[in-house]
Structure formats: C-alpha cells, structure tokens
C-alpha cells in the first residue's frame, strides 16, 4: 500500500531564512508523481511544486524546490528565503502509477517568524 | 480557465438530519472528480472519486454517498449525518489522466455536526 510520512508535525524558521520540510514516501511500483500543497488558514489547497519519478532533475518553482532522494524515497520541500505568508500546512502526496487515488501525508505546520 | 466552485463554505447540522454538498467545476470536461475529508488539524483521506458520469468509486466504507449527474457536478450526500462526519470537507477535479496531472481543490466546506 502507498504511504506518505511527514514526520515534523510543526516548524519554525526565521524570515528570509530557509527550511526544508520533510516528506518520506512508500510504494513498489517504479511509476509515480510527487506532489507538494500549501493550506493556508482559509483552508484552501494550493498546488507548490511536482516531481516525477522518472525526472532526473529535481522540481524547482520560485521560491520552492524539491530535494528528491529516490534511493531514500524521500521527497522534501525546500523553501528558500521564507516570508511571513508562507507560515500555513503543508502537505506531501503521492499519485502511483495510473491510479486515482492522491494519498497525503498529516502535514507539517510551518511558522514563519519575524 | 478552470475553475471550482464547491458550497456551502460552512454548514452546521444536527446529527440525524440529511447533508448535500455540490460541487461543479467549468472550462474542462470530463474531469476526474474527488471528495476528501480532512479532520481537524489532520491530512486529507479521500472518500470518493469519479471518472465519469455515474461511474463513482468508494475508498472508505460510511454513511456517506455520491452523485455524479452531470459531467462536471459532483455531489456529496448523507441521509443521516453522524457527529464523525465533523470536518473540512474538500472538493477537486483532475485533468486527462497523467502521471503529473495535480489536483485542483475547492475552497471547501466546514461541516460540524452537533
């Protein structure tokens, strides 16, 4: 069965530092997608950055970056220069395959402080 | 563009009474269609999802069901409401199945039953 762990349940990082949250994945088949989402305090789920499993590079997008481990299967989410607005949930997920289903970590709170 | 509309954002109901939530989605067609349920302060655990009209498939077994009576209308409903259906209640749709395909969410639904 897949399975996604994230085992920092809160963070705290300084403004204009950066932090790497941790995210940690279980799956036999060799096909999957790597996906990490931000949950503001709205509630709302929003879609940071991806990573394919035959990707040889890792993902960058802005401000984020995922440091993809495949022998480790690990997939963190690195946040570089962090700001105020980033304090939220964050959330790993995996999509194996042509499967339907999107399985989600618990989430790491992330706190930015000033 | 594509765009979610899911509602009500919030609902309080007392435990017995009936619950639909709609959800529709625009500028896309036949999307893949979700239903997650987050608990409070937890990851997300989908409930169900649809590749089609009609067609719904069932990840957790409860007294919660779905409807899919338009290409791009997803309903999520209960005859009797328990205090366990407390929680944020997300919905999203999916492109043409491919492997880095992310999940467009709604803004979501507070549910509390009581």
């Known amino acids: 069965a897949q399975k996604i762990t994230q085992t920092q349940p809160g963070m705290f990082v300084q403004e204009k530092e950066a932090v790497t949250l941790d995210c940690t994945y279980d799956?036999?088949?060799?096909?999957?997608?790597l996906f990490w989402y931000k949950q503001p305090s709205s509630g709302e789920m929003i879609f940071l950055i991806y990573q394919g499993s035959y990707d040889q590079q890792n993902a960058t997008e802005g401000r984020y970056s995922l440091n993809f481990q495949k022998a480790r299967k690990s997939a963190n989410l690195v946040i570089s220069a962090s700001q105020l607005g980033d304090s939220a949930m964050y959330f790993c997920?995996?999509?194996?395959?042509?499967?339907?289903?999107?399985?989600f970590g618990p989430g790491t709170r992330l706190s930015v402080l000033p | 563009s594509q765009t979610i509309h899911q509602w009500p954002a919030t609902l309080v109901q007392p435990v017995g009474s009936p619950l639909s939530l709609e959800c529709t989605v625009e500028g896309t067609s036949n999307p893949n269609l979700y239903w997650y349920r987050q608990a409070a302060g937890r990851g997300l655990q989908l409930l169900f999802y649809s590749v089609g009209i009609g067609q719904i498939s069932s990840e957790v077994p409860q007294n919660l069901s779905a409807s899919r009576p338009q290409d791009r209308q997803f309903i999520l409903s209960s005859k009797k409401l328990l205090l366990s259906d407390s929680g944020f209640y997300l919905c999203?749709?999916?492109?043409?199945?491919?492997?880095?395909?992310?999940?467009?969410f709604g803004s979501g639904t507070q549910l509390s039953v009581l």
């Open positions: 999203a749709w999916r492109g043409q199945p491919s492997i880095g395909e992310k999940l467009f």
């Open positions: 997920a995996m999509r194996v395959g042509n499967g339907q289903n999107f399985v």
């Open positions: 799956t036999s088949d060799p096909s999957y997608g």
